[in-house]
């Protein structure tokens, strides 16, 4: 179903988010309750957001005249992922369409060399790096860095574990993998961290910024399983430090809408900015129930340059485990498993992405919230864990 301009109420805005996975799916929940009308460019028919969103029409993100049709019928765009070529988004721009974050700052969330290069700019707190392009020179980098391992990263494409290698000396094939990627490669020190934490701010056009409780995420095969918010035992004074980063690093980039700044809690006191993404973000999700706000809201505030909302939590500890696809033949029905679950705690809250369950996938998502980490924590982990079947009571 598509809807014409004509047929909406006087003065509701229309977004286009380009691409359809379960980021845009939620984000229409918020676009209901703001009066906003979401448009998504999905991959498929019957990807995760084109499940939700009425005006989703199939395209390909990377061809022009697909992108151009598509923001022709909306006040601005926006995205689901990072992938919309840059020369694309600038093309849109000169044409006058609204894109945010524009391609100015999206490209670091694109290119690890890019982002790596305009933080030392400005000497914001990362690990050694330098981009490699040869076994030498990842030999000279390792030296430099006091030694093996280190760890190769694709300066574009990567996700989720994918793109990055840890390689543990000058002879490991993992070098010859990582240059046979055919992308340029970027060689980082391997940081001693005790965790992983993430900031997530919103910022919209006109320099209005908020700071989301700084949050831990484990992760596990290069995927976030969990998230703690906020971050238990986070000295204050560190905290503001990662709030302060996050922000900085939104101005100085000039994002709009939500900005995750991934970062390493060293062994030895250091917080070290890790990777950017300038849309929500799995680290976020917990926001949807846990938060005055949500990510999604303030997203959409931002790129409409609304007025953004509280960031500020709602209770002392929020929970999120992400619910990831098992075996298809015991997993395939979760819903059956909401019974249990829910009549185990009434407080739970559910999020499941359309999405046909394979290994490994994250299907959905699961949020406790209350004023002891250890039971929050068990109430997330219990419904995730009898969800994907790794237990039966």
């Known amino acids: 179903m598509k809807f014409s301009r004509d047929e909406l109420p006087v003065g ?52 022009p005249e ?21 020369d694309l988004l600038r093309a849109l721009e000169a044409e006058n369409v609204k894109v945010f974050p524009g391609p100015d700052a999206l490209v670091h969330a694109q290119d690890k060399a890019v982002m790596r290069s305009r933080l030392d700019s400005f000497d914001a707190p990362s690990p050694a790096h330098q981009v490699v392009a040869t076994a030498a020179e990842v030999a000279d980098f390792a030296k430099r860095v006091g030694g093996f391992p280190i760890i190769l ?23 010859a993998v990582a240059f046979g990627s055919g992308v340029p490669i970027l060689a980082e020190e ?20 908020v700071a989301y409780p700084v949050v831990e ?9 969990e998230v703690t918010a906020p971050a238990p035992g986070l000295a204050p004074e560190k905290a503001a430090q990662a709030q302060q980063t996050a922000l900085r690093i939104a101005g100085e980039l000039g994002v709009v809408g939500i900005l995750a700044v991934e970062m390493f809690e060293a062994r030895d006191g250091r917080l070290l900015v890790n990777e950017l993404a300038m849309r929500p973000h ?18 959409l505030r931002a790129v409409l340059d609304l007025p953004l909302g509280s960031p500020a939590a709602r ?51 699961v949020t406790a919230y209350g004023s002891s980490l250890e039971e929050t924590r068990e109430r997330a982990r219990h419904a995730a864990a009898y969800l994907t079947g790794t237990i039966d009571e």
């Open 282 to 299: 799995n680290t976020g999700h917990w926001s949807i129930d846990g938060a005055v706000t949500s990510q999604f809201e303030n997203h």
């Open 315 to 365: 209770a002392p500890y929020t929970v999120m485990v992400n619910v990831l696809g098992g075996d298809p033949e015991t997993t395939a029905d979760m819903h059956y498993g909401l019974l249990h679950c829910m009549a185990r705690d009434p407080e739970l809250k559910v999020h499941f992405y359309g999405k046909p369950v394979k290994p490994g996938r994250k299907v959905g998502h």
């Open 153 to 175: 990263k694709t300066t574009r494409g990567g996700y989720d574990g994918k793109g990055v290698w840890f390689v543990d000396g000058p002879d490991d094939e993992a070098i």
């Open 190 to 209: 391997k940081v001693d961290f005790v965790r992983e934490l993430s900031a997530i701010v919103a910022r919209s056009p006109h320099g209005q910024a």
């Open 66 to 86: 697909t992108v151009r049709r598509f923001a022709a019928e909306c006040d601005v765009v926006t995205f689901d992922h990072e992938h919309v070529p840059t």
């Open 217 to 225: 995420s484990v992760q596990r095969d290069g995927i976030c399983v």
């Open 12 to 63: 509701t805005p229309v977004v286009g988010m380009v691409g359809g996975g379960q980021l845009a799916r939620m984000t229409q929940e918020t676009a209901i309750a703001l009066g906003v009308q979401l448009r998504v460019l999905a991959e498929g028919p019957t990807v995760s957001a084109a499940q939700a969103v009425a005006d989703a029409p199939v395209g390909d993100y990377k061809d």
